[in-house]
């Protein structure tokens, strides 16, 4: 099956600092989200991206799906910022998204 | 928010019982979806479905299984719960095959 490998695995920064997470997968995909889990364990679906670049405030998502790869960009990032950040793919013809291992945030005050 | 509401938040059981947890939207969305999440594991697949009583296997279906009788709700049933099974189980849909994925809550399960 296809396989989704994110990086880096941990990441601690300070309050104020930009981050880039990065998803590489091994298939071509019709369907990549990206989703923040907060501290409290709560799932948010930030972006649906297949391909291209979409913004939503501080955080923008950029997906080259020839290269099979997306990137999830946080600038100026806050406290509330922490957690870990999912990627998920969905394999052309299939209907269940397959998920990364995931990236931890940590933002420090 | 998506109207996505999960039952119950809690659980602990004991080994060998049947357990089923309950996922119901008000969306009207045609998939849904059963994701366990384990330490080390990341979000794993269950089972989903795509409309009324139809289902199929994820990569970690064993043990489980599911019902789909209308729209709105999608059951998780544990035949006879181990000790394996404690995790976080998460309830998704969808609306179609190219629209946004979106959580419940989650059902903390323990087996003891």
């Known amino acids: 099956g296809i396989q989704v490998e994110q990086s880096p695995p941990d990441l601690i920064l300070q309050e104020g600092a930009n981050s880039t997470l990065r998803c590489n997968f091994s298939d071509s995909v019709n369907n990549l989200q990206w989703f923040h889990q907060n501290p409290w364990g709560q799932l948010i679906n930030l972006f649906y991206i297949p391909s291209g670049t979409k913004q939503n405030g501080r955080l923008s998502a950029t997906t080259v799906a020839t290269e099979r790869y997306s990137l999830l960009y946080i600038s100026s990032s806050q406290t509330t910022d922490s957690g870990v950040y999912f990627c998920?793919?969905?394999?052309?013809?299939?209907?269940?998204?397959?998920f990364g291992q995931g990236t931890r945030l940590t933002i420090n005050p | 928010d998506a109207g996505i509401t999960q039952s119950p938040r809690h659980k602990v059981t004991e080994t060998g019982t049947p357990v089923t947890l309950r996922c119901h939207q008000t969306e009207n969305h045609r998939y849904m979806y059963w994701y366990r999440q384990d330490p080390g594991h990341g979000l794993r697949l269950i089972h989903y479905s795509y409309g009324v009583k139809d289902t199929d296997k994820g990569e970690v279906s064993d043990g489980y299984s599911v019902s789909r009788s209308k729209t709105e709700d999608f059951l998780l049933t544990l035949e006879s719960a181990t000790s394996s099974q404690t995790s976080v189980y998460f309830c998704a849909i969808k609306g179609s095959l190219e629209e946004k994925l979106f959580f419940g809550s989650g059902t903390q399960l323990s087996v003891l």
């Open positions: 998920a793919v969905d394999v052309q013809g299939a209907q269940k998204l397959v």
